[in-house]
């Protein structure tokens, strides 16, 4: 497993984690605000990660960092769905 994958894995494991326990208090004193912290910087993880190695050339690297970004990204909406996160609180 390379670097960029772990760091991927790992990201995406965090944002899932995040959002069963911050998903169901979204509503409370904005809490969703650390769910898109937690998720801005998992997604920037996964775009650093593959630059900080060696051997791979640029282009390799960036197709790898931003399938990285674009896995984050698609854990970031799915735990949106499954913590149950309420977008529109106190709105009506």
Same mark, same amino acid.
């Given at each position: =497993?390379?670097? +960029?994958? +772990?760091? /991927?894995?790992? !990201?995406?494991? %965090?944002?899932?984690? &995040?959002? =069963?326990?911050?998903?169901?208090?979204?509503?409370?004193? @904005?809490?969703?605000?650390?769910?898109?912290?937690?998720?801005?910087? &998992? =997604?920037? !993880?996964?775009?650093?990660?593959?630059?900080?190695?060696? @051997?791979?050339?640029? &282009? @390799?690297?960036?197709?790898? +960092?931003?399938?990285? /970004? %674009?896995?984050?990204?698609?854990?970031? =909406?799915?735990?949106?769905?499954? !913590?149950?996160?309420?977008?529109?609180?106190?709105?009506?």
């Amino acid at each position: =497993m390379t670097r +960029a994958n +772990a760091v /991927a894995l790992a !990201g995406s494991t %965090l944002i899932l984690v &995040a959002a =069963m326990l911050i998903g169901p208090r979204s509503c409370e004193s @904005g809490a969703s605000n650390g769910y898109l912290l937690i998720g801005g910087v &998992a =997604m920037l !993880g996964c775009l650093i990660a593959p630059f900080l190695g060696r @051997g791979a050339p640029v &282009a @390799g690297r960036g197709r790898v +960092a931003l399938r990285g /970004a %674009l896995i984050c990204g698609g854990v970031w =909406m799915l735990g949106l769905v499954l !913590g149950g996160f309420r977008i529109m609180c106190r709105l009506f």
